[in-house]
């Protein structure tokens, strides 16, 4: 799995042009499931983002987690994270899960981040749907992180 991780002053997700969903300060995450993900890699990742200290204390320095910091968490499914452009200039997206395994683990994910955050702190967009996202980055602060980083790690 992939996650894009992004700190945000705030993020909405339009469907059909009607709002879905939106949060305030933040981080939006647009996550990718590849094949063989499990839902060991999804509860991995979802406490990877969590944890992961991106923003502010008193001290101006990127110390606290989105949990510590009070902030709301975006979640949107994005198989394009998993598109290949080595060979020539249209993505191949080979890599990615098929639809009926990335929503379980897409589900899984945020399930997670509800059952830490609680319902009200997780908002996400609609699995397989056009969005119109919309953010504004705080920072900017984007990272990407990789369940099978940890896995690669342990195998050696």
């Keep these: 799995m992939r996650a894009l991780v992004q700190r945000v002053k705030r993020c909405s997700v339009t469907i059909n042009g009607?709002?879905?969903?939106?949060?305030?300060a933040g981080m939006l995450i647009l996550l990718g499931v590849k094949q063989g993900d499990t839902s060991t890699d999804a509860q991995y990742l979802a406490e990877r983002c969590l944890n992961l200290r991106i923003f502010d204390d008193t001290d101006g320095k990127m110390n606290l987690s989105v949990r510590d910091a009070g902030g709301s968490v975006m979640v949107v499914s994005q198989f394009t994270l998993y598109g290949d452009t080595r060979k020539g200039n249209r993505p191949s997206y080979a890599e990615a899960a098929p639809p009926q395994d990335a929503e379980r683990l897409y589900d899984e994910f945020t399930n997670h981040l509800r059952g830490v955050l609680g319902s009200g702190r997780v908002a996400s967009g609609v699995f397989r749907a056009m969005m119109d996202v919309v953010l504004v980055n705080d920072g900017p602060v984007?990272?990407?992180?990789?369940?099978?980083?940890?896995?690669?790690?342990?195998?050696t």
């Design 18 to 24: 009607s709002l879905h969903s939106e949060i305030g």
């Design 142 to 155: 984007t990272l990407l992180l990789e369940s099978k980083t940890r896995t690669d790690r342990d195998a």
